[in-house]
């Protein structure tokens, strides 16, 4: 069975810390475009930050930049998103979406929470 899950979510306080994890189950992650989203009620779900297959080329949305971090240790099948200095606005679910173009996979997790709040 295909899935990809993600774990790692929780309550922070504002400026704390949280790694975010994203594994696979029936298809190795190696060679996937990797990228996060992150929605609220209401909202569109928004692309936070993305890695190429080759883990060569990193992108962040604007309001992330210089706060997040993505990063793949293939070995181990991972996929990680690193959130520093969070603040309120930052609470959302986010997920983990796979992306394989040449034969259009594209797979997403269920979610996992973050709430930044005190």
């Known amino acids: 069975q295909v899935q990809l899950v993600e774990s790692g979510g929780g309550l922070v306080q504002p400026g704390g810390s949280l790694t975010l994890s994203c594994t696979s189950s029936?298809?190795?992650?190696?060679?996937?475009?990797m990228r996060w989203y992150r929605q609220t009620p209401g909202l569109e779900r928004e692309l936070v930050a993305s890695?190429?297959?080759?883990?060569?080329?990193?992108d962040y949305a604007a309001a992330v930049k210089g706060r997040f971090t993505v990063s793949r240790d293939n070995g181990k099948n991972l996929v990680y998103l690193q959130m520093n200095s969070l603040k309120p606005e930052d609470t959302a679910v986010y997920f983990c979406?796979?992306?394989?173009?040449?034969?259009?996979?594209?797979?997403w997790g269920q979610g996992t929470q973050v709430t930044v709040s005190s």
């Open positions: 979406n796979a992306r394989y173009l040449p034969l259009s996979y594209n797979y």
């Open positions: 029936g298809f190795s992650l190696r060679g996937y475009e």
């Open positions: 890695m190429t297959g080759s883990g060569t080329s990193t």
